[in-house]
């Protein structure tokens, strides 16, 4: 693969350094903790001490990577010479700050998300690229590392998660390139498929019952939803992690344009919303207070279920009577 400047630049300021710490975002999943372990393993080859943090630790789905142990939810005291910060636009997506951190002489970023954050140091910035495991990807050739079947499983993993198992826009020639390689070098495809996509906790399962059994569609069948009141969490001893994906399946009803999914707990009204047309849901969720992108956005709304229901399902008419 062609190596840019920028990706040379950042491996040699990595092998700068005998000790360092990477950091990844808050919340993380297949791409923050697989890129992060892959440049770990990556370093440890030339000698180099390396810490793994991440505030909220390694996620079920990710405890399939080789050395995910390794990842603690505190830094290192004091911090290593060098950090490192990955699938992240500035330290504080890390939860946090160059003023935590005495004692670290250089930062570097490595990222692929639109952000105007000017973090410290040092950075290979793509947001062309689908997963920051294709920049790790790049930094590794470009420090000429040996591609063991563990760096490559965590590669992949980065890549399959990002992208969707290769399905969302953001997938390009180069994705499908840097995956031949990582196959070659002896990924475990099978392991990424089956803790991703492959298991479910009961409570989980049994929600996501409960939530499409509740699934209604408006009489021009353009918009769906589901509702998981306070009594279905109890029902299925779930917690409020456990909706996650479910939007994604209420979003999968035929002529569908907008999804919802409504969610209560403690007097708040979770709402998560999915546009498959050109309903604007971020748009539609800001005039609430909430946020997100053009086809994936969330509200949290102060008040009963019946109201968050009728206020948002009206807000989606009005916005699809707009674009008609
Ligand atoms: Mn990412």
Redesign the pocket.
Known sequence: MKIRPEAQHVADELLRYPACLIATHVNPEG??IGSQLALALALEQRGIIVHCYDRDGVPDTCRFMPTWERVRTVVPSPAPPLVIYV?ADRLERCALSVEELPGAQSFVRID?HQSTAVGPGLSLVDTHAA??GELVFEVLAAMQADLTPEIATCLLAALMV?TGRFSYASTTPTTHHIAAELLAAGADREAIVDWTWGRASLSALKLKGLALSSLQVSADGQISWAVLRQQDFEAASASPEDTEGIIDQVRCVAGTRVAALFSEKHGEVRVSLRSRGRVNVAELASSFGGGGHARAAGITYNGSMDEAVAAVLQAIKDALAQIA
């Open positions: 791409d923050a699938d692929h997963a920051a990002d």
